[in-house]
């Protein structure tokens, strides 16, 4: 059933279309300059370390996710921008705290609680300085590129998201939001976004360090595939690397990001083919976390096996792809399934696989004060989150 918000459509409406259109048939474009991000970003970060030192993945992988994301959404040219950097770092990690801080209040409350708090206030001049820098350039692109209607098939941008979504907005006739407004959206999926790859990278870390056996076959593969590959960003590579595929499918099953997938609303009345009878405005979701843990469907499924999914797919027994970090199936449908498939599933991969690369080639994780179990993921509701502890890191020498 379509959404109907007068004459402008949701963010999610525009930004599924960009994902779908543009960024995933330009990824192999953007990655090198993400991979660039990614060097630079992470031993700024992390500082000199020489010997083990304390490291909270959750708060230190914050810049790290943002700068990465901000080569996809923004380009080289403004990513680089120190300025820039006041808005869209400070914006980001505002927005997240903010919708926390508003979760306690009720549904009518929560716009005045926003405009009444002292994060909601800096969070809002944040977002007016980046629709400084993000205004003129749209306007610039709009400029040069007035005859964009009608030319979708050879003239979709290349460079960065920001393109992507204007050239998308103007060739959709039900999108009517003024710039200053595109701006905001484009921040809002940008924050998004973001969030996700921290999220997942900072559960990959706590799994290398509570699973270290894991990590030499993992680097091995790294000097393999990826260090003599012509083009170690490029799609095919990172799509060549099975075992870390593998490790970090692994880990979404035992960490996953929600613990109930799928949430829908009855919007009239029915009854199942069983004879139970759903109410209208009954809320449904399934229960993905359990299912993904579940040994119906998984052997030995309360236990950690990194190349389990490496496996699978050797055994044959479903298609391929189902077993890949970008597979969904009934026993694991963390992005969905069908016309309701996760549109930023591929972005996550890449994303995700470069900064774990990254971060192995050049260093060594453990768990803080000689710890043996992986400490649990707080739950807030069905949303889980990462350790909020620390581990330990150092220089990895070969």
């Known amino acids: ?17 960009v994902m779908r259109r543009y960024m995933n048939t330009r990824l192999d474009q953007t990655l090198p300059s993400v991979l660039e991000a990614t060097l630079q970003i992470i031993p700024k970060v992390l500082g000199s370390v020489t010997d083990w030192v304390e490291f909270c993945p959750w708060e230190q992988l914050d810049l790290v996710a943002n700068m990465m ?9 403004l990513s680089k921008n120190p300025s820039w950097h006041v808005y869209s770092i400070a914006g980001e990690r505002d927005f997240y705290s903010l919708a926390n801080e508003l979760s306690h209040w009720g549904f009518l409350l929560k716009p005045i609680a926003a405009m009444l708090s002292p994060r909601g206030r800096r969070f809002r001049k944040n977002m007016v300085g980046a629709q400084d820098f993000l205004v003129p350039m749209i306007r610039d692109y709009l400029q040069q590129h007035q005859d964009a209607k009608g030319e979708e098939k050879d003239e979709k941008p290349v460079e960065d998201w920001v393109k992507w979504w204007t050239h998308a907005a103007q060739l959709d006739t039900t999108y009517r939001a003024p710039i200053d407004r595109q701006c905001e959206l484009i921040m809002y999926t940008f924050y998004d976004a973001t969030f996700a ?15 270290p056996e894991y990590i030499e076959p993992l680097r091995q593969e790294i000097r393999e595939k990826f260090d003599t590959a012509e083009d170690p960003a490029s799609i095919s590579t990172l799509r060549s690397m099975s075992k870390l595929d593998s490790w970090m499918k692994e880990s979404l099953r035992m960490n996953p990001p929600t613990y109930l997938a799928g949430e829908r609303e009855v919007c009239e009345p029915l009854t199942l083919s069983n004879g139970l009878h759903l109410p209208k405005g009954v809320k449904l979701g399934i229960t993905a976390a359990q299912r993904a843990i579940d ?36 026993d694991m449908p963390l ?9 930023a599933r591929f972005l996550m991969d890449y994303t995700i696989k470069l900064g774990l690369i990254s971060l192995l080639k050049h260093y060594d994780f453990k768990l803080l004060g000689g710890e043996e179990k992986r400490p649990a993921n707080p739950c807030n509701g069905i949303i889980p989150s990462p350790p909020p502890g620390q581990l330990l890191i150092r220089p990895y020498v070969p």
Request: hydrophobic residues 35%; contains cysteine.
């Open 1 to 17: 059933m379509p959404y109907e918000y007068g004459t402008e459509i949701t963010r999610f409406d525009l930004g599924v279309t």
């Open 69 to 77: 994301m901000q080569r996809v959404w923004f380009g080289p040219e």
């Open 197 to 211: 790859l921290r999220f997942q990278l900072s559960m990959e870390l706590f799994d290398l360090a509570a699973y």
């Open 295 to 330: 040994p119906k469907y998984w052997e030995l499924g309360h236990e950690f096996d990194g190349f389990r999914f490496e496996k699978l797919r050797a055994g044959g027994t479903k298609p391929n792809q189902d077993y890949t970090f970008t597979g969904s199936t009934l």
């Open 335 to 343: 992005f969905g399934k069908g016309l309701q498939y996760c549109p």
